[in-house]
Every structure is written in C-alpha cells, then in structure tokens.
C-alpha cells in the first residue's frame, strides 16, 4: 500500500489545516506516514514568519530530495504563496499551490492516486484534533507578513464548526485545538456578526454532556473582554491554558510595531486571567530585537515578564519579511538578537520550572499525545508535558495522572486513572 506523508511547519492554523487533509485521505484509504524518507508522496505546508522559518522549508526540501528522490512533493503555505518559483526548483516538487489553492491539494492528489485501500484507515492522523475556525488578519502590524500572504479575516460558519466538532467526536477524539491567524476576529466578517465568546457558548450548549476539552490557539490580549476572560476562566469544557500574542513589554515598541495597547493594559488583562484561574498556563509570544529596540527597552521588556503571571513564553529573533514596513528600518545586529533572545528563553525555562513545581505531588488530568518506546508523553490541560513510564495507555486518551518528579528539563508523572469529562 503507498504511503503518503504530512508535513507543517509553522502555526497551529497550519497544523489545523494538514490535521483536516490527514483525516480525509484517512477516510479515503490511504495510510498517513509519520516516516517522509518512506512516502511515495509528501504534502508539505510552509510558514514564512521568519527567516529561520524559512530556512528549515529549505533544508527539509533538500534532505527529502537527498534521502527520498522518488517521492512526489506537493507545497503549499505560506512561504509557497510568497516564493513559489523558488519552491519549485527543488529536485521533487511536482506542484506548488498557493494559499488559495491549498484546498485543492488533497482532492488534486486523490486524482492523480494509483492505488489505495479499498476500507478507510482506522487509524486517526493525530491523538488530538485540530480545527481551523478562522483565517486571515484584518490588521497591519509593521513586522508581520501573514496578512499579506493569508489575506484579510476569513471565519468559518458556525454550522460548519459544529458539524465539524460532530464527527471529530464521532472518531472519539477526547480534545480539539481551535485555530486560527487571529481567533479574536471570528465572526466578525459573518452575518449575523458574532464574535469568539458566542461560538464558545454554543460549543459549551451544543455538547455539555460530551466527553471532550476545547484548547484554544493565539489570542489577542487587546480583545481580551471582562466577559470573555470570565468565560474562558470559569468554562469547564476550555483548558486553563491561555497563549497570548504580546511581543513586546515596552510600549515604544509596541508603538513601533503598530499594536494599540499600553503595557500596564497587558499586565492588567494577565493578573486577572491569573486572579480567576491560578492554575492556568499563560504563555505569550515574544518578538526580540525589533527594529531600534535599544538596552533600555529590552530590558523593559524583560523587567515586564519578569513580574508578569506568565508560566512560559515562545522567543522568536526579529527577521525583515519582505513587503512589511519595519523591514525598512535599521536593523539591531544579529549578535545582540542571539544575546537577548537567549536571555528570555532562560527567563521563560526558569518560570515554567518554578510554574511545574507548584504541581509537585497533585494529580491533574492530561491526554496521552505520543509513544516514545515505552515511555508515554501526555499533556495536561493547563499544558505541561509529563512522561510516564510503566504504563499501557491509547493515544488520544484522557487520563489523570499524579505528578510524581520535576527538573529543569522534564515532569514524570504516574498514571493514576481513566478520567471523564462529565464526572
């Protein structure tokens, strides 16, 4: 039987959306790889947020093409939408599409398929499900090149979702990811005009006796509502696990980036999150040496997470993007870029160490997402990984497990039962 890869890179929207091509070749009958060297064929979904984004397409491209000259590689993405030529060039793509194609990529494949199983594949593509409700952005900040390349906001309907929602539970997926390039804008392009609080609230309605959890991807603080925040923080069907696109602590920066919120705001919006929900993770996006970004406002920056309830934070080095205004400007040196980005990522290890150890010796409930030989990994809902060791467990299903160890580096946990979500 030929076996087709799947490959992402970048946000959880793509993830969202290589999730949603997996489970329909699955039903299709065709057997989703987790080994690219060993496809016939590998779809791949790019990001161009930075240039390191870009830089690792390219480098899996030319390995795939050195290791599995045979496979058929079909691109698409955002680095795709932007570059397409380039993409092209490499040995085995045989087709590149744009964002706007990228729909029909699996039907495309399904066409030019020689064989498959005559049975859908039992199998699912992911312990976790992934649903994309929303695409686009509607707003310029002056670092960033998705707008140009994903368009304006774009939200899914609501009988869509739901229907969607219906037949990941039918599969017996026990979480799904919401995910999108703004979440915050959902709804708003629909009519009737609803926003993210009202699809939450049907979801919450439409299945309150399901057994399932909601894990919601980026979310901007500048949207953040008292009802919205009292929503996601008393829900019991949402994960306490909040990430949030902050970028920067210092407001001459943010200025600079085209982002209208104060700092003392964002600090605000995270004391209450952490006020309602203590055992929330919070994490955030941080964006280092933006363009003019001196010691002064760096270090701003670093006092504000410092002081700040959050449990983690993603790092990411500024890098000019094409056709976006702060790509203009001078540029902070790329020695200092590495310097401060280190500094933060030991910050973000060093809260997140302290946040685990809170949990020492409790028991929460987390999903089994992966075997590693005889070590299971599953991760909590307020989002901390634990590995477990003498255990027969499925993937994809819900457990509770007593945190029994916490390092630096890892959390061990032993299982300690079979959780439902409607006990």
Same mark, same amino acid.
């Given at each position: 039987?030929?076996?087709?890869?799947?490959?992402?890179?970048?946000?959880?929207?793509?993830?969202?959306?290589?999730?949603?091509?997996?489970?329909?070749?699955?039903?299709?009958?065709?057997?989703?790889?987790?080994?690219?060297?060993?496809?016939?064929?590998?779809?791949?979904?790019?990001?161009?947020?930075?240039?390191?984004?870009?830089?690792?397409?390219?480098?899996?491209?030319?390995?795939?093409?050195?290791?599995?000259?045979?496979?058929?590689?079909?691109?698409?993405?955002?680095?795709?939408?932007?570059?397409?030529?380039?993409?092209?060039?490499?040995?085995?793509?045989?087709?590149?599409?744009?964002?706007?194609?990228?729909?029909?990529?699996?039907?495309?494949?399904?066409?030019?398929?020689?064989?498959?199983?005559?049975?859908?594949?039992?199998?699912?593509?992911?312990?976790?499900?992934?649903?994309?409700?929303?695409?686009?952005?509607?707003?310029?900040?002056?670092?960033?090149?998705?707008?140009?390349?994903?368009?304006?906001?774009?939200?899914?309907?609501?009988?869509?979702?739901?229907?969607?929602?219906?037949?990941?539970?039918?599969?017996?997926?026990?979480?799904?990811?919401?995910?999108?390039?703004?979440?915050?804008?959902?709804?708003?392009?629909?009519? !009737? $005009?609803?926003?993210?609080?009202?699809?939450?609230?049907?979801? *919450?309605? %439409?299945? &309150?006796?399901?057994?399932?959890? +909601? @894990?919601?991807?980026?979310?901007?603080?500048?949207?953040?509502?008292?009802?919205?925040?009292?929503?996601?923080?008393?829900?019991?069907?949402?994960?306490?696990?909040?990430?949030?696109?902050?970028?920067?602590?210092?407001?001459?920066?943010?200025?600079?980036?085209?982002?209208?919120?104060?700092?003392?705001?964002?600090?605000?919006?995270?004391?209450?999150?952490?006020?309602?929900?203590?055992?929330?993770?919070?994490?955030?996006?941080?964006?280092?040496?933006?363009?003019?970004?001196?010691?002064?406002?760096?270090?701003?920056?670093?006092?504000?997470?410092?002081?700040?309830?959050?449990?983690?934070?993603?790092?990411?080095?500024?890098?000019?993007? !094409? $056709?976006?205004?702060?790509?203009?400007?001078?540029?902070?040196? *790329?020695? %200092?870029? &590495?310097?401060?980005?280190?500094? +933060? @990522?030991?910050?973000?290890?060093?809260?997140?160490?302290?946040?685990?150890?809170?949990?020492?010796?409790?028991?929460?409930?987390?999903?089994?997402?992966?075997?590693?030989?005889?070590?299971?990994?599953?991760?909590?809902?307020?989002?901390?990984?634990?590995?477990?060791?003498?255990?027969?467990?499925?993937?994809?299903?819900?457990?509770?497990?007593?945190?029994?160890?916490?390092?630096?580096?890892?959390?061990?946990?032993?299982?300690?039962?079979?959780?439902?979500?409607?006990?």
């Amino acid at each position: 039987m030929r076996k087709v890869a799947l490959q992402s890179f970048g946000c959880r929207l793509n993830q969202a959306e290589v999730f949603a091509w997996g489970e329909e070749l699955r039903r299709q009958g065709w057997l989703i790889s987790e080994e690219v060297e060993a496809s016939d064929v590998v779809l791949v979904n790019t990001c161009t947020l930075t240039h390191r984004a870009d830089r690792d397409v390219r480098r899996f491209l030319r390995q795939l093409a050195k290791k599995n000259p045979s496979a058929r590689v079909l691109v698409t993405g955002c680095l795709a939408e932007r570059v397409p030529g380039l993409l092209a060039k490499f040995p085995n793509v045989s087709k590149v599409y744009s964002n706007k194609e990228k729909n029909k990529i699996v039907q495309d494949f399904l066409l030019q398929a020689e064989e498959k199983s005559a049975f859908p594949s039992s199998r699912a593509y992911r312990s976790r499900a992934f649903l994309k409700i929303q695409d686009g952005c509607d707003f310029r900040c002056t670092f960033c090149i998705v707008p140009l390349m994903r368009g304006p906001s774009k939200s899914i309907s609501l009988e869509e979702i739901l229907g969607k929602i219906d037949d990941l539970l039918a599969q017996g997926f026990k979480e799904i990811v919401l995910a999108g390039v703004h979440l915050a804008l959902f709804g708003r392009d629909l009519s !009737p $005009r609803v926003d993210l609080l009202y699809l939450l609230r049907q979801i *919450e309605k %439409t299945y &309150k006796n399901a057994d399932f959890k +909601l @894990r919601l991807g980026t979310l901007d603080l500048k949207f953040m509502t008292e009802e919205l925040i009292d929503f996601l923080t008393s829900s019991s069907l949402v994960c306490p696990h909040f990430h949030f696109s902050l970028q920067s602590g210092s407001l001459a920066i943010l200025k600079k980036m085209g982002r209208s919120i104060r700092p003392e705001r964002y600090q605000e919006i995270l004391v209450r999150f952490f006020q309602l929900r203590p055992e929330a993770a919070l994490g955030a996006d941080i964006l280092v040496g933006f363009p003019g970004e001196n010691e002064k406002e760096f270090e701003t920056t670093y006092t504000f997470l410092l002081n700040s309830p959050l449990t983690y934070f993603h790092v990411f080095s500024y890098s000019p993007r !094409p $056709r976006t205004v702060a790509a203009k400007w001078p540029q902070v040196s *790329e020695e %200092t870029k &590495k310097k401060r980005t280190k500094i +933060l @990522r030991q910050l973000s290890a060093d809260k997140n160490y302290a946040f685990r150890q809170k949990f020492l010796n409790q028991e929460l409930e987390a999903i089994v997402i992966q075997k590693k030989k005889q070590v299971y990994e599953a991760l909590t809902d307020n989002y901390i990984k634990l590995i477990i060791a003498k255990a027969s467990l499925p993937l994809g299903e819900r457990i509770s497990a007593k945190i029994v160890e916490v390092s630096p580096g890892q959390t061990k946990a032993e299982i300690t039962g079979v959780t439902n979500n409607n006990k």
